[in-house]
């Protein structure tokens, strides 16, 4: 998300150096953060890219929440929102990832403030021009020590991933699959586009957006639900020949009864 420009030069936002951070009081420093503003301008935005970039974002973002909801580790996960690094000029990645923190609904993040970067940035493309985000934010996501940036571009339907080699590098090395996937280690998932979409793999297990699981869970219920029926029609069927079986019986013994007297 944002247009391509050039880091120096411009009126937009920006954070405070660490050095004037560290200068302030901690109600200096609140009025601060609240002044930043936690939306973007026009100016500062991408043209609308439509439903590939809307759906892929979305159902990303679906996977890593329903994943991380059931780890043993608090991570926030963001879309398009306002980033400010000290002294940098703000941004806003489509999807962002930041592991070990409060996971409360923010409208910024101002990296003095929270006391930490982002983890994991995802940025799809879909038309126009790619150098923003194939070139530009390579550069900078590097310098700015984000661990991993990869690229899906909806127009090709291909990833790129991008890793630092080692905590305080600041260039990039552009990642290698295998066998057809791109192993995250900070998400500890593999990625991978299949046909249209955009797969998130734990191990062997593929991760199901919300829709699918749902889907899934309804299969099964009605499977549970076709074996409870089939039960309850066996036991039916039981509980009749038992009524039939006892039935007879009484009538057999009715009938020995009768010839009995007739003996007698």
Known sequence: MGRHTQEGGDAFPRAPTQEEWEAMGPEERERVVASLPGEVTWDEMAMPEGDKHLRAKVRTLDLL???F????????????LPIYYPGERRFAPDLLVVLDVET???????V?????????????HVGGDRKKDAEYNVERYARLGIPEY???????????????????????????TKQGRYT??????????VGAQLRLWSGNALLLESGELVARMREKLEEVQQRVD????????????????ERRIAELTAELERLQHREE
């Open 184 to 193: 995250s280690e900070v998400l500890g998932l593999e990625l991978e586009v």
């Open 65 to 67: 929440e329903g994943y």
């Open 230 to 245: 089939e039960e309850a029609r066996r036991r039916e069927e039981e509980a009749r020949r038992r009524e039939e079986a």
């Open 112 to 124: 003095s403030h929270e006391g930490k970067g982002l983890d994991w940035v995802l940025e799809v």
């Open 69 to 80: 909801s059931h780890q043993r580790r608090k991570v926030y996960i963001g879309a398009e």
């Open 104 to 110: 409360h609904e923010r409208e910024k993040w101002v």
């Open 150 to 176: 990869f690229i899906y571009d909806r127009a090709k339907e291909r990833l790129e991933g991008y890793r630092l080699p080692e905590p305080g590098a600041r260039r990039y090395e552009r990642m290698e």
